[in-house]
């Protein structure tokens, strides 16, 4: 079962089937999962609300592209950040720490037309950045309505792979669909928390994974912004000058890691404090690249552990009303078995949200 659109192509049990590697007495995650009732695009509505009256409370999306961030000057290779997310995942154990039956697998955005027609342009030479802008700003127009759909059916959308420009469309669609169900008052945007080295707070001269944060003011999509893990040296003075000027704001990485002006616990608690004062929902958002020496876009050799990721994502989303979870930036053929590491994160992370959630819920 999968029927693919323009803009989605929507999976079922047999999609994942070659993924998981059965073993006699267990039971993968695979094999737990719920699926949509149909595979056709054209009843996608429909079917989210059915699967969300049958118990769904979260649709997994992947989104395999790398253009975004081609389109800021940065390196390919993040489109293969969802295949590993997946190959891990469905082989983990399902068992009584993780409800599967919450857990809608909803598929892949299409995007096999766009990343084909930048290998059509690298093939000629090199490629106009304002062209690689264009297709970014159509992932935008294709992912944001689906995101729509979801968060109207009452789901939480968990969102896997392509670079930080995501956050736009995703926001986007999240705030249409909050303004359609009058949870949020017309007109007004919603807050967001970032775990991310840089602010995505660059200018509007097109769309790319630079600069999200910054459409999303200018379209009065945000109602608040907190970055934690900001690292000092990867930031524009300018930049963090129009951040301010928003009244945005952040915890350096070298505030809690090492100057000790505060702890991490500390800086997840500013965070929590801050999107609880502005109220309403908010969006969870960790960029890959925030994480020390992670197979990412920009792999560094200083930055969060993979514990604190998860710590980050576990603590905002207990403690604050998350209307979706977005993991960004991986890069799978960074480095030496970066494949499996990665998968793995990516694996932990989406567990870490589920699990909150449902102790938020309960």
Same mark, same amino acid.
């Given at each position: 079962?999968?029927?693919?659109?323009?803009?989605?192509?929507?999976?079922?049990? $047999?999609?994942?089937?070659? +993924?998981?590697?059965?073993?006699?007495?267990?039971?993968?995650?695979? =094999?737990?999962?719920?699926?949509?009732?149909?595979?056709? *695009?054209?009843?996608?509505?429909?079917?989210?609300?059915?699967?969300?009256?049958?118990?769904?409370?979260?649709?997994?999306? %992947?989104?395999?592209?790398?253009?975004?961030?081609?389109?800021?000057? %940065? /390196?390919?290779?993040?489109?293969?950040? *969802?295949?590993?997310?997946?190959?891990?995942?469905?082989?983990? =154990?399902?068992?009584?720490?993780? !409800?599967?039956?919450?857990?809608?697998?909803?598929?892949?955005?299409?995007?096999?037309?766009?990343?084909?027609?930048?290998? @059509?342009?690298?093939?000629?030479?090199?490629?106009?950045?304002?062209?690689?802008?264009?297709?970014?700003?159509?992932? !935008?127009?294709? +992912?944001?309505?689906?995101?729509?759909?979801?968060?109207?059916?009452?789901?939480?959308?968990?969102?896997?792979?392509?670079?930080?420009?995501?956050?736009?469309?995703?926001?986007?669609?999240?705030?249409?669909?909050?303004?359609?169900?009058?949870?949020? #008052?017309?007109?007004?945007?919603? @807050?967001?928390?970032?775990?991310?080295?840089?602010? %995505?707070? /660059?200018?509007?001269?097109?769309?790319?994974?630079?600069?999200?944060?910054?459409?999303?003011?200018?379209? !009065? #999509?945000?109602?608040?912004?907190?970055?934690?893990?900001? =690292?000092?040296?990867?930031?524009?003075?300018?930049?963090? !000058?129009?951040?301010?000027?928003?009244?945005?704001?952040?915890?350096?990485?070298?505030?809690?890691?090492?100057?000790? $002006?505060?702890?991490?616990?500390?800086?997840?608690?500013?965070?929590?404090?801050?999107?609880?004062?502005?109220?309403?929902?908010?969006? +969870?958002?960790?960029?890959?690249?925030?994480?020390?020496?992670?197979?990412?876009? @920009? $792999?560094?050799?200083?930055?969060?552990?993979?514990?604190?990721?998860?710590?980050?994502?576990?603590?905002?989303? /207990?403690?604050?009303?998350?209307?979706?979870?977005?993991?960004?930036?991986?890069?799978?053929?960074?480095?030496?078995?970066?494949?499996?590491?990665?998968?793995?994160?990516?694996?932990?992370?989406?567990?870490?949200?589920?699990?909150? /959630?449902?102790?938020?819920?309960?």
């Amino acid at each position: 079962m999968m029927h693919t659109s323009t803009n989605l192509q929507v999976f079922g049990p $047999e999609t994942l089937a070659h +993924l998981i590697h059965l073993r006699e007495a267990e039971t993968k995650i695979g =094999q737990d999962l719920i699926f949509l009732a149909s595979d056709h *695009w054209t009843e996608l509505e429909a079917n989210l609300h059915l699967a969300a009256v049958d118990g769904a409370r979260y649709a997994i999306l %992947g989104i395999p592209e790398d253009i975004g961030i081609r389109a800021n000057f %940065g /390196r390919g290779g993040i489109n293969g950040a *969802w295949k590993e997310f997946l190959r891990s995942f469905v082989n983990l =154990q399902s068992n009584q720490f993780v !409800d599967c039956s919450r857990i809608l697998m909803l598929g892949e955005l299409t995007l096999g037309d766009l990343q084909n027609e930048l290998q @059509s342009l690298q093939a000629t030479g090199r490629v106009p950045i304002h062209k690689l802008r264009e297709l970014c700003a159509a992932i !935008d127009m294709r +992912l944001a309505p689906i995101i729509e759909q979801v968060v109207t059916a009452g789901l939480e959308p968990i969102i896997v792979g392509g670079g930080s420009n995501n956050s736009y469309p995703i926001l986007k669609g999240t705030v249409a669909a909050l303004h359609k169900g009058a949870s949020i #008052l017309p007109e007004e945007g919603i @807050s967001v928390v970032n775990c991310d080295m840089h602010a %995505g707070f /660059r200018i509007l001269e097109g769309r790319h994974a630079g600069n999200s944060f910054t459409y999303a003011h200018a379209d !009065d #999509l945000l109602k608040g912004y907190f970055v934690v893990g900001l =690292q000092e040296a990867n930031n524009a003075r300018e930049m963090l !000058d129009r951040l301010s000027a928003a009244d945005f704001k952040y915890v350096t990485y070298e505030q809690f890691a090492l100057r000790s $002006e505060l702890s991490f616990a500390d800086a997840l608690k500013k965070a929590e404090e801050y999107v609880s004062a502005i109220g309403g929902p908010c969006g +969870l958002v960790l960029d890959l690249s925030a994480i020390e020496n992670m197979p990412a876009v @920009s $792999e560094m050799p200083t930055g969060i552990s993979t514990e604190q990721a998860n710590r980050y994502v576990y603590a905002l989303a /207990r403690s604050c009303n998350t209307a979706y979870l977005y993991l960004s930036q991986g890069t799978p053929p960074i480095m030496a078995e970066g494949e499996q590491r990665l998968g793995k994160t990516l694996t932990t992370l989406v567990l870490s949200y589920v699990k909150a /959630r449902e102790a938020y819920y309960s």
